[in-house]
Antibody
């Protein structure tokens, strides 16, 4: 069974950089076409896609946030890391990592449970 | 960036009824890269439909998707109590993903 788990700080201050880690079990980043995305959701609001890293390390970012985002694959640790700089209160929400197209279905088909992040001084 | 607009914002129905949810794209998109998700309170989203009309693994056949170009539809043929949730559409084009704002399906 494949599971994903997000981890990182539950609270950050404005202007700080948020670093989140997605750790996999039941799946190796070294084996096969593993594509990993990050999606966030402000409280009571809609989902927003942030970034995606393909199995070949090709990376794509949300156009509105690309100057603040970095996504990185660490195959030695079987993790994908997302960094979001210059945090502001509007960045508060639940952050999810998810596998994309794992079942050859062009969708985010396996999700982590999400991690809550609050931006406050 | 392609904008997805879902309607209605809230749909109030009863168990056993048929639900029809719509998603309209700001420009024509490939149905191959169009999906629907279900999200229940406190849970991560779950993939329901991919490539506009294919059910994901384990999704009951009361869920069906259709559409092409700019107009897509999710239909739930006969609502079960566990179907009351928020539904999101999502597309991928030009190396970017976007989600709709969601439709809340209420009892």
């Amino acid at each position: 069974q494949i599971t994903l788990k997000e981890s990182g700080p539950s609270q950050v201050k404005p202007t700080q950089t948020l670093t989140l880690t997605c750790t996999f079990s039941g799946l190796s980043l070294n084996n096969g076409r593993v594509n990993v995305g990050w999606i966030r959701q402000p409280p009571g609001m809609a989902l927003e896609w942030l970034a995606l890293v393909y199995w070949d390390n090709d990376k794509f970012y949300s156009p509105s946030l690309k100057n603040r985002l970095t996504i990185t694959r660490d195959t030695s640790k079987n993790q994908v890391v997302l960094a979001l700089t210059n945090m502001a209160p509007v960045d508060t929400g639940t952050y999810y990592c998810a596998l994309y197209d794992h079942g050859s279905n062009f969708g985010f088909d396996i999700w982590g449970q999400g991690t809550n992040v609050t931006v406050s001084s | 960036e392609i904008v997805l607009t879902q309607s209605p914002g809230t749909l109030s129905l009863s168990p056993g009824e048929r639900a029809t949810l719509s998603c309209r794209a700001s420009q024509s998109i490939s149905s191959t890269y169009f999906a629907w998700y279900q999200q229940k309170p406190g849970q991560a989203p779950r993939l329901l439909i991919y490539s506009a009309s294919s059910r994901a693994t384990g999704i009951p056949d009361r869920f069906s998707g259709s559409g092409s170009g700019t107009d897509f539809t999710l239909t739930i043929s006969s609502l079960e109590p566990e179907d009351f949730a928020v539904y999101y559409c999502q597309q991928y084009s030009n190396s970017a993903f976007t989600f709709g704002q969601g439709t809340k399906l209420d009892i």
